[in-house]
């Protein structure tokens, strides 16, 4: 949120603002990620890996976030892991 407000407050050039991690994550780590904070095991995704042949990964994207860093003065505040986290919380809590 703190990045999409800088960009409305800010007098940019028009372009694009990634707003991310800046880091590469697998669909399979995201997975793995959220069943660990959701039900603490990892039983699904390694369930999940063992019966599917996986291809490897020849698709490798994620937010460049320079641009972002250098003129919106932004960069992200919360690992994917702790944001994953803390929306989880936010779901049990209403």
């Known amino acids: 949120a ?5 960009a409305i407050e800010t007098e940019i ?9 800046g880091s590469s994550t697998t669909v399979l780590e995201l997975c793995r990620n959220v069943e660990q904070i959701v039900l603490g ?3 699904l995704t390694d369930s999940l890996c063992q019966s599917v042949d996986l291809p490897p990964q020849t698709v490798n994207f994620w937010a460049n976030i320079k641009r ?9 505040k919360t690992s994917l892991n702790d944001g994953i ?3 989880w919380e936010w779901m049990q809590s209403g």
Not at 2 to 6: I, S
Not at 14 to 19: A, G, M, N, P, V
Not at 68 to 76: A, F, K
Request: hydrophobic share 30%; charged share 15%; no cysteine.
């Open 2 to 6: 703190d990045g999409f407000a800088r």
């Open 41 to 43: 095991t990892n039983i």
């Open 13 to 21: 050039s028009s372009s694009i603002y990634h707003l991310g991690s």
């Open 85 to 87: 986290a803390k929306t």
């Open 68 to 76: 972002s860093r250098t003129i919106l003065g932004w960069e992200p």
